[in-house]
């Protein structure tokens, strides 16, 4: 299943703390993750944590198959699936944080096509 560990990086505007997660395979591994993040946070680094919408998530997600390489009939079905029928549903819904933003599955790893 892997490893994972979580540092308080900041606080939010209602007291919360703001909790960033890494994830990997070996527990040196999130070690070094870790210590990456402590050092981001120590120097500023780190952006609010703020979850794009689900329209926002799918425009970057097609941008990013975009760059991928993706058949151009492939693109185009799937930009009118996002814009005809995702979007108007359920493109204003916010995105749901979980530890280091896996899926449900076992291995941890987002299926996507």
């Keep these: 299943m892997g490893w994972r560990a979580a540092a308080v990086v900041g606080y939010g505007s209602q007291g919360e703390e703001d909790r960033r997660w890494v994830c990997d395979k ?9 210590e ?16 794009p919408t689900f329209g926002e998530f799918l425009d970057q997600w097609l941008e990013h198959l ?10 185009r079905d799937y930009g009118y699936t996002v814009s005809g029928h995702l979007k108007p549903l359920l493109g204003k819904s916010g995105l749901i944080s979980s530890p280091c933003s896996t899926s449900n599955t076992r291995s941890g790893t987002p299926k996507l096509p």
């Design 26 to 34: 070996t527990q040196a591994d999130v070690r070094e993750k870790l």
């Design 36 to 51: 990456a993040l402590k050092s981001a946070r120590n120097g500023g680094m780190l952006a609010s944590h703020s979850l």
């Design 66 to 75: 975009t760059h991928k390489g993706k058949a151009p009939n492939t693109l």
